[in-house]
């Protein structure tokens, strides 16, 4: 019997997913577990893999389409099954001949995607079957809004398939070619036409994004409270310890403040309709920056790792989140979060509480100025930081004991 995939539902909070590539072609025979197509949701990208051998029968979209969880996303046809018959009786069926099985040969994955995005109704979309290049839905979009002219790009993909890579590479080293030879600078438009305006769509992580700190302003009573600390001890100690190990301040940081949390566990809490639930996990979030957003893994028993430890989780968990392999689990149970924009030049700014947490803190960059020390003006090492908290759950008194007891731990250790 047939077997029909739908969208699967990754966590409480999704809703849809984008449907990022495409693995198997219509008409290929498929094994258990073998990866099958690849989802984008509002925090990572996950593989889906095949839930049973057979042949697949036909996607029910293209590459770069938002789908909802549930709705079906491709059908398997089991052994015996006649997958042409099966492609053309589904829903989908009646515009499935460009990705289906009845194909006269199956391209590779990829290119079915292409294929499968064309009969989604856009015409620019088709793959060889329609007299044209091999593009993904990706790379055609952003040819369009970078005015790349795809006849002059080099498809690296497999069957020469053009990638999102190839359109970038082509942008930054001679994309502007039809340009060029039209007498016109790159970007300029064409004489007599309308400068078009570029638009970027709000999908994916970006969307997640807007909701949720739209969600955490609306829903939560937030405050910031900021304060300059006399970091110097810390500074000394990293140059101290950074030579049996390598390690950043926000390694530093998290340190502390996983042990701070455990002298101020209603700062380590969630708030429900009747209670102030305190958790018994210090899981740390750390705000990573990447291209396309924001995305924040987490640091798990922070308070029960060494700083050591500490510094090889975060640094597995960056690696992984800007090369996109980050799992569910990576950025799921957080319980506090820390953001740092100190390498940008910021000394101070509001961070917004994430989802569910009580506390967020926010780290500037480290600047060495003349203060007052011991009753003496002296050059000193001075950190920014900016608490924002949940006004329901602690007030402004406890919050700033927790601040003090951060900064002294990032100094001093916990003693």
């Not at 924009?341 to 101070?348: I, K, W």
Request: charged fraction near 20%.
């Amino acid at each position: 019997m047939s077997i029909e995939l739908t969208m699967p539902k990754f966590g409480l909070t999704m809703h849809e997913g984008t449907l990022q590539r495409f693995f198997k072609a219509p008409g290929e025979a498929v094994a258990a577990g073998e990866p099958l197509y690849e989802v984008e949701t509002e925090k990572v990208l996950y593989v889906v893999e095949a839930p049973a051998s057979g042949t697949l029968a036909a996607w029910f979209h293209g590459e770069g389409t938002i789908v909802e969880c549930g709705r079906a996303v491709a059908i398997i046809a089991e052994a015996g099954e006649d997958a042409v018959a099966l492609a053309a009786g589904t829903p989908a069926g009646a515009g499935a001949a460009a990705r289906s099985a009845a194909a006269p040969s199956a391209p590779s994955a990829p290119a079915a995607g292409a294929a499968a995005a064309g009969a989604d109704g856009d015409g620019a979309h088709g793959a060889a079957s329609a007299g044209r290049r091999a593009v993904s839905p990706v790379a055609r979009k952003l040819a369009a809004q970078l005015r790349v002219d795809l006849d002059r790009v080099n498809g690296t993909g497999p069957g020469g398939r053009v990638t999102r890579e190839d359109v970038e590479r082509a942008a930054k080293g001679g994309g502007a070619q039809a340009a060029a030879a039209a007498g016109r600078p790159t970007g300029a438009p064409a004489s007599g036409a309308k400068p078009q305006l570029r638009t970027v769509p709000m999908r994916g992580m970006r969307r997640t994004i807007a909701a949720r700190m739209q969600q955490s302003l609306r829903e939560t009573a937030q405050l910031t409270i900021t304060t300059e600390a006399d970091v110097t001890a810390a500074t000394e100690l990293r140059a101290r310890l950074t030579r049996e190990f390598d390690f950043t301040y926000t390694d530093l940081l998290i340190h502390a403040v996983a042990r701070a949390l455990l002298r101020h566990p209603r700062m380590n809490s969630r708030l429900s309709e009747e209670a102030i639930l305190l958790l018994n996990e210090v899981n740390i979030g750390i705000a990573v920056a990447l291209e396309e957003g924001l995305i924040v893994p987490v640091v798990a028993g922070a308070d029960r790792k060494s700083l050591r430890e500490i510094a090889g989780a975060t640094k597995d968990l960056g690696e992984r989140a800007r090369a996109g392999q980050l799992k569910l689990e990576d950025v799921s149970g957080g319980t506090f979060s820390i953001t740092n924009l100190g390498n940008f030049g910021v000394d101070a700014f509001t961070p917004i509480l994430n989802a569910g947490e009580t506390g967020i803190l926010g780290v500037g960059r480290i600047v060495e100025k003349p203060v007052v020390h011991r009753g003496e003006i002296a050059r000193r090492s001075m950190l920014t930081l900016s608490l924002t908290f949940d006004h329901r759950v602690i007030d402004g008194a406890p919050a700033a004991n927790f601040l003090q007891t951060v900064i002294d731990i990032f100094n001093y250790g916990d003693r």
